[in-house]
C-alpha cells in the first residue's frame, strides 16, 4: 500500500497524491496550471516550482544552481512528491526575471578564501601624528612617512604631487590625525617602494568600504564588478554593450575601424564612455562614488586592450598576427583616462597572443585550469572562440575564428541575448512544430546564440535538416519553404513576432553555423593532437563567459559544438574574464599567478595549421563525419529512428 | 750687476729693463697706458695682461683662477719682470668681457673624474631584432624586452603608454633595427625594473649626444646647465632671472603671493616659463630641441621647489616653520609640465629644511664638504644665507635671515649685479674721493651686492664711516652729506650715472647691510658654538652661489661678513647649487651621496635662539664688537691711523 501525502498549493487547492507522483501531476490534480513549454523534458525551467514546507525529490538538470535546489526550487516536470509539502507556483514575471538576472550575476566562488591580511593591495591606516616644533623639523612627508612605517614593515615611500599639494592642509586641519591611503603592493614593483595613493583628514571608522573594479572589456559586453578589498565581496556589479558596437561588431571591422583617420581615438572614447557609464551605475546601487574606487584591473581579448590604450591594433590582423603588447606595464587611472580615483593604480592583465588575450589568461586563473590533476578543456565562446586545454603541467591554446555566429552575427533572424531573443527552442518529432522561450517572456524578435544551437539541434534530431544541413524541403510542413535566401525554416510567424515579420533559419544561416561549430571543434582536436592526447583523455570542460553559461549541453552535443561527455563533465563558470580581473585585483598570489599563466600558455596559430583545416572539414557535419565520437548523439538518432514512422 | 730684459709690448714700443721691475713700471717707460682703478692694489684685476712669449714673475692675487695664470694672464701691478718676455695689453672691452663671461661660466672641477660606463643613468642602445613570423609569435614589447636584455644586464622593464603607441610603427618601418632609450637608475627604484623612455626607427650614431639638464632655480636667478649624459660634459648654459621676481623680490612675498586666488598656480607658471625660455635659449646654441632632452634635475631652496610643484608653502613661513616636502617623489617631465621628453625622469633634489634646501645639500655635495678632513665652512649667500660647518664625520647647518640687502634689495641704490651696477668701489684715503667699475664698464646705475660690500669696507677704512655706520659729516668732503633720507655718501655724481641722479648709500642702506653681514657671521658663530667647535679651529671657508664668486675677500673680512683667515683658505665654487645637480643628474654614488648629505645635516632653526640673538648684536659693528677676531683688519687700521692725518 503506497503512503499518500499532501500537497498544498499557495494560494490555490490542495490534493492528497501517492510517493512518487511526479509534481506537474499532483498540480494538474489540483487544478493549478503550470507551463511547460519543452513539453516536461526538464530544459527550459519554465516549469519552476518552489517548496516552501517540506521536501521535493529532484532529478538532475542542469536549469538549476545548487543554490537554487538548497533554496528549495525545483522543475515540476523534474520531481516528485516524497513528503507532505506546501509548494509556491512562481509567477511567469519572476521567473523570467530570475532567469534574466541571473544573466549578470553569476555566483563567485573564486573568492571564498580571501585572506585580506595577506593579500588586501591598497589598506587605509589611521595615524595620530605628533605635532612639528622648533626641536622636531621634518617636513610633513617625512613625518607621515615615519607614521606610516610603525604600522607598516616598510622604510621606502612614493607620493604623487596631489598627495604633496594637500598634505600640508590635510594634516594641520585635522591636528595631525589622518588616513593614509597606502598601496603596498603592485606587480611591476615586486620590491619597490609603498605608495602614498592619498591622504584624508580625520580616522575612518573599520568598517569603511575599500573598492577596486574589476572590468571584463568584451568585444559586445563590458562587465564591471565592484570589490571591497577589506574582504573580497563584490558588492556591486554592472554590464553594457561595448559602445564600439556601432563602429563594428568584431575585432576585425574595429581593427580597420582604428585605422582610419581619428578612428582610434574615438573607439577609445566609445569604451571609456561606456565603462563610466557602468562604474556611475554600479557606484550609485551602493551610494559610492567612482572617485572612491582604488585600484582597478581590467581584462578583454588583446584587440580591446589595445583599443583602449590607444596602441595601433593594425599588426593584429595582418601576418603574421602580433600585437604591439601582451602585458602593458602598471598605469595611473589619470594617464589611462579612467575616471576613478586618478592616482589609483590600473592593471592592465597579460595576454598570450593576438587571439588568445588577457580575457583567456583570466579565465585559466579563474577557472584553477593551471591546478587541475586532469586534462581539462577550457573554451571562452564569445564573439571568438578560443580554447586552452591543459591541466597543472602544460597548457596550450588556440583562437578558432568561430565567427561570432553564436552572437547571433552573420544570420539572417540572428540578434544578441537581449529582450525578445528566441533563446530556447523544441521541435515536436512529428508536426515539426516549434515551442520557443524568449528572454524576457515577451514575443520573439529574433534568435540569440543559445536559440540558435536549441534550433539547429532540434532540427536535426527532429529529421527537418540532415547531417550535412540541407533543409528537407520534401517534409509534410508550411515551416519549410523556399524563401528569398534560398530554404528555411520558419520559427515564429509574423503573427506572433514583435515586428510583425516571420523569424527564419535559412539554410545559409545554418551553413554559418555549421562553420562555427566546426572551426570550435577542430580548433579543440588540433590542440589535443598537438600534445599527442587522445580526445577521450580529456574528461573535463570547463565553459566561460556570459553565452556559454546559456548553452543547452545536450543540444550543443548534438550539433557537435561539444565532446560528447557525461554532462557532470561539463562545468559552466559565468564570466570567467571578470572573475580572473577579480582574483588578479585582490591577490598577490594571483597576480604572480596569472604571469606564470601568460607566459606558460603555448599558443598554436591555427592560420597556417594544415591539421586545423583537416579537422574543420571533417567537422563540418552534425554533428561530425566520425560519428563514433558522438555515441549518445548516434543512439538518440537511432531512437528518433525506430520511433518515427516518416524518418 | 744687474740682468736686464728685452720687454716687447705688443703693437706698442719695447723697453729694456732691470729683474724684479714692476710689468706696470715696464709699461710706463715703453709708453703704453694701463689703467689702474684700485691703484695698484690686485683687487680690481683692471691691469690684466698677458705674458705671449716668456714668463712673468706674480704674486698671488684671488683676481686670476689658476688657468688664467697657466695661459700666461697677469696682473700688471702685481707681476715683475724675471725674463726677456712679449707682453700684450688686451683692450678693455675684452677685459670687461672676460669678467662679465665669467658669471655665467664656472668651472665644473667637479665632474672630472666621470665615468660614464658606470653612472650613466639613460643610455640609448642600438638594437637589431629578429622579425616575428607564424612560428614566432612575440609580441613587439616582448620582442624588445628580449632585445634589450642580450645587451643589459636586467630583466624586468617597465614602458609607458606613448612608447607602446609608437612602437609597432618603429619596428616595422625601420625592418626591426631600432634604437631604444633606457633609464637604467633612478633613485627612488633602487633595485626597480628599467624603462624604456623612447625608441626610435635606425640605429643612432654613437657620439650621438644625450642630453640632461641640470637646473638651480634661485630666488633671483634660475640657472640652467644642459650636459652631454655620454661624458658628462656640461655643452651648454643658460641664466636668466627667475619670471616670479615680479610678485616678490624674497621667498617671504612669494609665499605670501601665493597663498592667495590663483597665486599658486601663477607662480608655477612663471618658472616654468622662465625655466623653457632657458632650454629653447641653451638647446638653441648646440642645435638641440628641448624635447631631446631625456634626464633633469632641479634644485633650489624650499620655497623654490614647492612652487615649481603648486606645493602650498604656507607653512614654512609659520612656526614653526615646516615644508609640506624636502625630498618630493621622482617625477615625469609631463606631470610636472616641464617641455622636455615628456617621459624623461625629473628629480627634484632633496632638502633639509624650510630655509636650508636642495640648493644647499646639492652645494655641499658640490663642495665636497662630506668628504673633508678638516672643519670647514660652507657658504651660500643669495637671497638669504645659508651656513654649513662641517667635515666627513658631521655636518651642521643654519639659515641667517641676512635678507636680500647683499643683492640689492632694500638699500635705496641697490640694484641686481646687471649692467650698470657698480661691483667694485675704491676710495681715497686722503681726498675721500671714489673710484668704481661697474659691470659692462659703462655708466652706472647702482650698487649691487659686492659693490656694497667694497664701497662698506673702502668708507670703514677711509674712516667715512665708524665702526657703529655713522656716517662722519663733518669730513671736509662735499662726498657726505645729509639727504632725504638722512646721512649720505655720493658714490657717483648725476652727471656720471645712466639716469642722471646721484647714486649714494645711507645711514640707513649701513644699517641694513650691518644687520646682514651680522647675521651670517652670527650663525656662523652659532653653529660653530653648537658643536663646541673654537672659531679658529674652522681652517677652510667655500663660498657657493653666483654672489659669492666676485665678492672681494679682503673688503668682505673688513666689514667682518668672513672670518679673518689667509687668503688662501677661501674658496670661491661659483654655483655649487647648479653644480650639485648636474653631479645628480649624471652619478648614482652623486645621487646616493646628496641623499646621505640630506639626512644627516643637522638643521638649527635660529628664530628662536637667544645665542644666535646675542652674537647677532656683537656683530653689529665693523667689522665686530670683539676686534680680536679680525686681527688683519686691526692692523690695517693702525696703518691707517699712523698714516692718515685726519684719522
Given at each position: ?67 537554487d535546489i538548497v533554496a528549495g526550487y525545483a522543475l515540476a516536470c523534474h520531481s516528485s512528491i516524497v513528503e507532505p509539502v506546501t509548494i509556491l507556483v512562481p509567477p511567469q514575471q519572476e521567473i ?552
Open positions: 500500500m503506497t503512503t499518500k501525502h499532501l500537497v498544498q498549493f499557495v494560494n490555490a487547492g490542495s490534493v492528497l497524491v501517492p510517493t512518487g507522483t511526479p509534481v506537474i501531476t499532483a498540480a494538474r490534480l489540483a487544478g493549478v496550471e503550470i507551463s511547460q513549454p519543452c513539453g516536461g523534458q526538464g530544459r527550459c525551467g519554465r516549469c519552476l516550482v518552489r517548496a516552501l514546507d517540506g521536501r521535493l525529490q529532484q532529478r538532475l538538470t542542469p536549469r538549476l544552481l545548487p543554490s523570467a526575471q530570475r532567469l534574466v538576472t541571473e544573466r549578470v550575476a553569476p555566483e563567485i566562488s573564486v573568492l571564498e578564501h580571501y585572506d585580506a591580511s595577506q593579500c588586501q593591495p591598497v589598506r587605509l591606516f589611521n595615524l595620530t601624528l605628533s605635532p612639528p616644533s622648533i626641536d622636531d623639523q621634518t617636513d610633513d612627508w617625512g613625518r607621515l612617512q615615519m607614521g606610516l612605517s610603525q604600522v607598516l614593515d616598510r622604510d621606502l615611500f612614493q607620493v604623487s604631487l596631489p598627495v604633496l599639494r594637500k598634505l600640508g592642509n590635510v594634516l594641520r586641519q585635522s591636528a595631525w590625525r589622518v588616513t593614509a591611503l597606502v598601496e603596498t603592493d603592485t606587480w611591476d614593483r615586486p620590491s619597490g617602494p609603498a605608495r602614498v595613493v592619498d591622504v584624508y583628514p580625520g580616522h575612518v571608522a573599520p568598517d569603511k568600504m575599500l573598492l577596486g573594479a574589476a572590468i571584463d572589456i568584451g568585444t559586445t559586453t563590458v562587465t564591471l564588478w565592484l570589490v571591497d578589498l577589506r574582504c573580497g565581496r563584490v558588492v556591486s556589479q554592472a554590464a553594457d554593450y561595448n559602445g564600439q558596437i556601432a563602429r563594428g561588431e568584431d575585432v576585425i571591422s574595429r581593427i580597420i575601424y582604428a585605422s582610419k583617420g581619428d578612428g582610434a581615438r574615438e573607439l577609445r572614447a566609445l569604451v571609456l564612455n561606456t565603462i563610466h557609464g557602468l562604474l556611475r551605475t554600479a557606484c550609485q546601487a551602493i551610494s559610492a562614488q567612482p572617485a572612491d574606487i582604488v585600484k582597478a584591473t581590467i581584462t578583454g581579448n588583446t584587440t580591446m586592450m589595445h583599443l583602449l590604450l590607444e596602441i595601433p591594433p593594425a599588426s593584429i590582423r595582418l601576418e603574421p598576427f602580433i600585437p604591439a603588447v601582451n602585458h602593458p606595464s602598471t598605469l595611473r587611472a589619470a594617464e589611462l583616462g579612467l575616471d576613478i580615483h586618478p592616482d589609483a593604480t590600473v592593471d592592465c592583465l597579460p595576454g598570450v597572443a593576438s587571439y588568445v588575450g588577457a580575457d583567456i589568461t583570466a579565465g585559466v586563473l579563474a577557472a584553477n585550469l593551471n591546478r587541475q590533476d586532469t586534462v581539462t578543456l577550457f573554451m571562452d565562446i564569445g564573439t571568438n572562440g578560443e580554447l586552452v586545454l591543459g591541466n597543472r603541467e602544460w597548457l596550450v591554446s588556440c583562437a578558432c575564428s568561430a565567427g561570432p555566429a553564436f552572437e547571433g552575427a552573420g544570420v539572417v533572424c540572428g540578434m544578441r541575448a537581449t529582450q525578445g531573443a528566441i533563446e530556447e527552442v523544441w521541435i515536436d518529432g512529428d508536426s515539426y512544430e516549434p515551442t520557443y522561450r524568449t528572454i524576457g517572456g515577451g514575443a520573439p524578435r529574433g534568435l540569440c546564440g543559445s536559440g540558435l544551437i536549441a534550433l539547429l539541434a532540434e532540427l536535426f534530431v527532429a529529421g527537418v535538416i540532415d547531417k550535412s544541413g540541407n533543409i528537407r524541403l520534401e517534409l509534410p510542413t508550411e515551416r519549410v519553404r523556399v524563401g528569398p535566401h534560398g530554404p528555411e525554416y520558419v520559427v515564429a510567424w509574423a503573427s506572433e513576432t514583435q515586428h510583425g515579420c516571420d523569424i527564419v533559419l535559412t539554410h545559409v544561416d545554418v551553413d554559418n553555423l555549421l562553420r562555427a561549430k566546426a572551426a570550435i571543434y577542430a580548433g579543440f582536436t588540433v590542440l589535443a593532437e598537438s600534445v599527442g592526447v587522445p580526445l577521450d583523455a580529456v574528461q573535463q570542460v570547463f565553459i566561460g563567459g556570459a553565452f556559454g553559461k546559456y548553452i543547452n549541453l545536450e543540444k550543443a552535443i548534438q550539433i557537435g559544438l561539444l565532446p560528447d561527455l557525461p554532462l557532470q563533465s561539463f562545468r559552466f563558470l559565468g564570466n570567467t574574464s571578470v572573475q580572473g580581473a577579480c582574483l588578479a585585483l585582490l591577490d598577490r598570489a594571483a597576480r604572480q599567478s596569472i604571469k606564470e599563466i601568460a607566459s606558460s600558455i603555448v599558443y598554436l596559430e591555427l592560420s597556417a595549421n594544415n591539421a586545423f583545416y583537416d579537422a574543420f572539414t571533417s567537422a563540418l557535419f552534425l554533428p561530425h563525419t566520425d560519428l563514433s565520437r558522438f555515441p549518445t548523439v548516434q543512439a538518440a538518432m537511432a531512437e528518433r529512428t525506430n520511433h518515427v514512422h516518416h524518418w
